[in-house]
Structure formats: C-alpha cells, structure tokens
C-alpha cells in the first residue's frame, strides 16, 4: 500500500464498527469510528481523512446526506466513499452515486468483497495523490512564471517612453499587453538637434517571444536609424534616409530571425527645423492625419510587405508637411480588431470618430479616451496587445 | 490505533498477588477477531429479537406513531444487514423480508392495525429462523 489511507468508517451498528474497524486495520488503515453522519462530519472537519466507508441507513443523519456533505465541502483533498447497502437495490445505487458515492459494498459483508473494493480505492487515491502532488508541482511552476513574467512586463513598460516633446513635435503613447507581456512597442527618440524619429510595431503573436522579439527590435531600430543618421549627407531627402533605415533593419532581421515571427511597422522621421515628416509603413494599419483646423482624419498609408518577409521589400515613402495644429495617429490593429461583447470589433471608423472628438484634447487625454472606449468596449484583458501613439505638431 | 482499541478484553479482577504483568500478546489476526464478533453477536441476538418483538407488539397497538415504526425499522434493518455477514444468514433473508414489509406499512397512510398482519407474519419467521441455543 502506497498511499496511507486514514479511514473513517461511520455505522450505528457497534459490532459492524468492528468487524470493518478490524478488516481496515488489518490492512495497515489508520481507522476511525462514527455512528451516525452528523458524528461523521465533526471527525471529518479534523482533516487527514481519504476514505469514507458508511452505512447507509442511520439515525441524525444517514449516509446518503454525510456523502453529499462531504462533496459540498470545498478546498479539501478527495475522500473516496464506499455505501454499505442491501445487496440488488438498483435504484438506491442510482441515488447514492448521484450523492457522490464513489462504490457500494452490498451486505451481508464478505471479507473478499471487502479487499476488492479497498484495492479499488487505494488504486483511486493513489491516482488522487499523484494528480494533487502534479497540481501543487503546477501551480508553484506557474506562481513562479507568474511572477517572472510580471517582471518582464513592467520591464517592457520601462522600456516606453515617457511622454517628451522635441521642440514643437510632442509624442504621448498607450500601450496595454493582451498578455503578461506584448508584442506591441512604440518609441520616439532625437537623432542629433535637427531629427526625430517615431515609430510604432507590431510583432506577429503575443506573449514571450513576441515581448523579447519586440525589445530586440527597439535596440536594432535605434541603431539603424543611429548608423543612417550620421552616414547621409545633410540634405539628403527625408524619405530615402526613413527607407534606408527600413531596409537595414529588414536586412538585419531576415539575417537573425530564426523564429518565424515578423512584424508591421510604421516608422517616421520628423525634420523639425523644416517641419516635414516622412513616413514608411510596412504591413501596418494606416497612419491617420488631422491637418491644422481640420476635423476629420485622412489615411496615410496603402498597404505593404512587413518587415522580414521579403529581402527586397519595395517600401515607398511618403513625406509631407507637419504644420503646427496637426495631428498623426498610428495605431495597432489590437484597437480596431478588439472586439467587443458581441464580437463586433471596434473598427477604424469607431476609433476615427472618437479621434475627431478628441481633436481640441492632448495627446494625453486622447490616449486616456482612446484606452476607456476600448476597456467599454471590451470586459476584461484584451486579446491582443494595444498600442496606439499621438504625435502633436505644436 | 482503533484497531488495539477495538481488540482490548476484559480483564480478570485485580489481584494483589497476581504475578506482573508479562510481555503483551500479539494481536489476534482478523479471522480471529471476526470469530470474537460474531460470538458476540450471536450472544446479543436473543436480546435484539426480544427487542424487535416488543416494539412490533406496540407499533401494532398505535399504528400512527410513525417515530415508533422507524425505529422498529432501524432494528430490523440492522438486524438484516449484520446477520448474514455474522454468519446467520436465514435470520438476515428474515429480516429483510421483515424490513420490506415495514417499508410498504411505512408507505400507508393512515394505518389500521390490520395492516401489521404482514409485519406480524415477517416477526414470527423471523424468529423461527434464530437459532435455539
């Protein structure tokens, strides 16, 4: 027996007690004694028992009620419960099972009978013992991942930018993760006194590898963007310099990425002393543009390749003028693909028309209106990560 | 250990001159234990089957004392269920004969004392199955 088996054995019958108290310790059982259900309970609220073996016929309380008690009990370990009953009652069987019996021993009581149905409950616990043993092995592997990956992710989140302004260009970012952690990630940094760059990406999945894919691509994108930087010449066009980052990076992922993952992208460089911007978008929602006074909201952005599918991905930029009082949004598809309890997603037009509301607000009140329509829209976590990024000229 | 509970005999009166106490006994296996307790329940029977007989007398003379009946039942059906693992297994058929018919006078309502004839009849196979000695 490898399993110890603490037995109580509950019988208004003394000398049935035992005849079964005997039978059990006979077999190495640690066993105890009740004469009625009631009594059963008390003994049973001490803990430590795995099997019940009852009459069912007794006073205060009989053994149907005890075994249906003793499945309403929470958070305890499972006891196995074998019924004493008159031998050929087909429909008392029926009742007790439905009572959460999990065997019948018919009497009169034959040794043989006995043993067989106790080996069938020692197979049970022993299976009972090894699941809860796996489950506790489960849940401190998963308290440990849980805590791992909250770590990460407000790791992921320090890696966001705080809100800043270059000059008159102002960013403000809302990320959330579907997830622990994301594939989402945004950022805007100045390169030298006269560039800023921005961008938002979306990394195919959620979840770790997309999160340790997605801080990998912000290193790589700064670097290239560093390195292109400082090789063009000073009055190189916007676009090409915004197209020759792009391309490095995409170069740089197909060469390293084993993983199978790619990701859509917007990416922009901002030339603050001549207010022009230009954009690149690779396989990623439309950029959405307000120009100054205006209130509606104008697509940027036709649809591409993402980066790391192709080696020559033919990207095309497109530069415009940012005039102060304008307004770029990019987004995740997380945003207009959350769908809400009905399964309707949100949509780019929804998210158009609260962009337009929030056309007088800050970039910081956009963010927060944007982030409750979507928590109204969709209860609960998200099932994909959200980002969405305000760029304000000023 | 229930089991060094449940397997303590009684004991000889306390004699001063007694020698002490030796060494304990093993402790008898199960069949021997089985053995001690159907020799205890047999001892018991004439006593439960006075029992039974009592209350199926006064259950005949209030037959609308239905708490009366269910205890009548309860011995009968203790009755039914030991008997055959003891070793008696005519007297426990008898009892569950017995325990059958009290459930369908159980079932009556309400009850006349003509009703117990079958109740009555179950007693007296049931004794008439109990051994004599």
New interface residues.
């Given amino acids: 027996m490898a399993q110890q088996v603490r037995a109580l054995l509950v019988d208004?019958?003394p000398?049935?007690l035992?005849?079964l108290?005997?039978?059990l310790?006979?077999r190495g059982y640690?066993?105890?004694?009740a004469s009625d259900g009631e009594q059963a309970l008390q003994r049973l609220a001490g803990g430590g028992f795995n099997l019940v073996v009852t009459?069912r016929?007794m006073?205060r309380m009989d053994g149907l009620a005890l075994c249906r008690a003793i499945r309403a009990r929470k958070d305890e370990s499972y006891v196995y419960c074998i019924m004493?009953t008159?031998s050929g009652d087909e429909q008392a069987l029926q009742v007790a099972m439905e009572a959460g019996v999990d065997d019948f021993l018919a009497?009169?009581?034959?040794?043989a009978d006995l043993g067989a149905r106790l080996n069938a409950a020692e197979r049970v616990l022993a299976l009972e013992a090894g699941l809860a043993a796996r489950n506790q092995e489960l849940s401190e592997a998963y308290a440990k991942l849980s805590r791992d990956l909250d770590l990460a992710r407000a790791l992921q989140r320090a890696q966001l930018p705080a809100p800043q302004s270059f000059g008159k260009l102002q960013f403000e970012g809302w990320f959330e993760a579907s997830s622990f952690v994301g594939g989402d990630l945004y950022d805007y940094f100045p390169l030298g006194d006269r560039l800023v760059a921005f961008y938002l990406a979306d990394i195919s999945g959620h979840g770790v590898a997309a999160a340790m894919m997605a801080v990998a691509a912000q290193h790589q994108l700064r670097a290239a963007a560093q390195q292109v930087v400082r090789s063009i010449a000073p009055d190189a066009e916007l676009g090409d310099a915004v197209l020759e980052i792009l391309n490095r990076y995409n170069t740089r992922f197909l060469e390293t990425n084993e993983t199978g993952l790619y990701l859509t992208l917007v990416f922009g460089l901002a030339d603050r002393a001549r207010g022009l911007v230009a954009l690149v978008e690779a396989g990623h929602p439309p950029v959405l543009h307000a120009a100054p006074g205006a209130s509606e909201f104008t697509v940027i952005g036709e649809g591409s390749v993402p980066v790391g599918i192709l080696p020559d991905p033919q990207w095309q930029a497109r530069t415009f003028t940012l005039a102060p009082g304008s307004r770029l949004v990019l987004h995740s598809d997380g945003i207009t693909d959350c769908a809400g309890h009905d399964g309707t997603f949100f949509g780019e037009q929804r998210l158009r028309d609260l962009l337009v509301q929030q056309r007088g607000s800050s970039p910081a009140q956009t963010c927060a209106a944007v982030g409750g329509a979507l928590h109204g829209w969709h209860a609960g976590s998200f099932e994909d990560d959200v980002t969405l990024l305000v760029v304000e000229a000023r | 250990?229930?089991?060094a509970r449940?397997?303590v005999v009684p004991s000889a009166p306390m004699d001063p001159a007694a020698p002490p106490p030796s060494a304990p006994s093993p402790a008898p296996?199960?069949q021997e234990?089985?053995a001690a307790?159907a020799r205890?329940?047999r001892a018991?029977l004439p006593a439960r089957l006075e029992d039974v007989q009592a209350r199926t007398a006064a259950c005949g003379q209030q037959p609308g004392d239905h708490h009366a009946l269910e205890e009548l039942y309860?011995q009968v059906?203790?009755l039914?269920?030991?008997?055959?693992?003891?070793g008696l297994?005519d007297v426990?058929d008898r009892a569950?004969e017995m325990e059958a018919g009290l459930v369908r006078l159980m079932a009556l309502s309400p009850r006349a004392v003509a009703d117990f004839e079958g109740v009555r009849r179950g007693l007296e196979a049931l004794l008439a199955a109990a051994p004599r000695d």
């Fill in positions: 208004d019958d000398l049935l035992a005849l108290s005997a039978f310790a006979s640690e066993v105890e004694e009459d016929h006073p004493l008159a009497k009169p009581l034959r040794p | 250990m229930q089991l449940a397997l296996s199960f234990r089985y307790l205890d329940w018991q309860r059906h203790m039914a269920g030991s008997a055959g693992t003891f297994a426990g569950r």
